[in-house]
């Protein structure tokens, strides 16, 4: 009988210990903890481009997330990209006229949408639209852009 | 010349089929012979131990060094991208989606599946398994069926805590060791694993592995000649077998699961 009690002990001790490991993968490793869908309000943003956005990129005001983005749609009549922004509901105080952009965390990072609000005192509610928005910097673009730049200054300095 | 040889090919492509056929039903006997365990919980504690709590400090250890090395291999890789704050990403995507499942159930084959094989094996030889037909106990019901439940409920506890474990070990050696940060090592974590695509699938992973393994294991076992070659040579034919399935079923089982992203 001893011999019996131990082993249900160790078998439960075994159970425990896995469905501790279970727990620790789905609170401390996954994003469960985080961030949950149902209680939050969606609102929409135009983008002449929307980059390298992806579907549950992040949404942050001042640095701080505060949603993500649940879907990227191409709008076949104006060319934009129709971006929706899940935001949690407990920041539903974003007033009318908060500009959207789109920003790369660090040099080569993911690509996120920051908020940044304005003055008005109306607020956004659930589809809303947000009507400033200001796209990606690409990346590719830019370098073009740069080495274009310096290369006809190089031209102009040799004419003089 | 040509007719014997087409005359073995079709032995074996027979004697392959009439297997995987006697497997299926064994299959379907150990499925039904589940229903009469749940009554009997005593029968699934006691294989529960011998299955799970006897692999538990194999997979906790190699957990511990898989993850271990990952963190150090990963550090290596990522600095020279000037990207080691993501390796806490790279641990514990590759440990909660391949390695923990996969590893967890190559181990798993190699501890407990072998055991299993050469249990009901020699049970075999020594006509214990008839003896209980005669005395009408269903060595199926009595014997199987609760080491196969074993194997499905003890096979995901396992691979959660190879993970669980690795993820710790990758940090203690990134963030002790090697100097990542450890606040941006969990947050990228947090930020990059997602709950259903990630973990749940690994779980679901660790299940259909569990599932194969213990089933190749018994039927061996119970399908093996009751010699001690025969004995022998279905214990190896366990391993092999259970590295197989588990390693194409693991191709098969990614493409489905994380093919669209």
Redesign the interface.
Known sequence: MQH?NT??T??G???A??????F???M???????FTEHDSYTITARFENSGGLKV?S?VSAAGVKIGQVTGIRFDPKTYQSVVSLSIDVQYNNLPEDTTASIFTAGL?GEQYVSLEPGGSDDYLKNGGNIEITQSAIILEKAIGQFLFKSAEEKAEGKKK | MMIKFLQLLGKSTRASFTKLGRASFFLIQIVSGIASVLPRP?LL??Q??SV??LS?LIITISGLFVGMVLGLQGYYTLSD?G?EETLGVMV?ASL?RELGPVVSALLFAGRAGSALTAEIGLMKATEQLSGMEMMAVDPIKRIISPRFLAGLL?M???A??F???G?IGGQLVGSGLLGVDEGAY?SQ???????QD??IN??LKSLVFGFVTSWIALFEGYDSIPTSEGVSRATTRTVVNSAFSILGLDFILTALMFGDD
């Open positions: 019996t082993q249900d160790l078998v001790l075994f159970v210990a896995g469905i501790a490991g279970l620790f993968l789905s401390q490793v996954s994003n469960l903890s985080s549950k992040p080569l | 005593r504690l006691k529960m131990y799970g709590v538990f991208f990207a514990a909660v003890s995901p506890l396992l959660a805590l993970s669980a474990v993820i969990w974590m947090q930020a990059n694993i997602d709950f990630d973990i690994g779980v």
